[in-house]
């Protein structure tokens, strides 16, 4: 029966659909009701909390992906991209500042 019990609460294990809280009620539930011993419950959380957090890391990989996949496809730059783009203003900042040096200096000069 606690066979057919955890299967049955694995199924039905969602990323948000089940709250820790819920998941202790009803293995609290079991448990009380004499469906399964103390151990199995304990185990029977454990393995419930386990996969419910496994599954939203893993939701929450897949919404990471998506949103980066929409921000590419709306052409927004990537902290990478615009890494490189700060690293090209500040060259050609320094070079902007050198070439007024030498014209200042040429215009003193005349």
Known sequence: MFENIRKAMLVSVGAAAISWDKIKETVDELVSKGDISADEGKKLYNELTARAEEQ??????????????VLTNLGVADRTQIAVLESRIEAI????????????GHEGGE
């Open 56 to 69: 939203g890391r893993s939701m929450d990989e897949r919404m990471r992906a998506e949103i980066r996949q």
């Open 93 to 104: 900042e320094s070079r902007m500042n050198a070439l007024e040096g030498k014209c200042a």
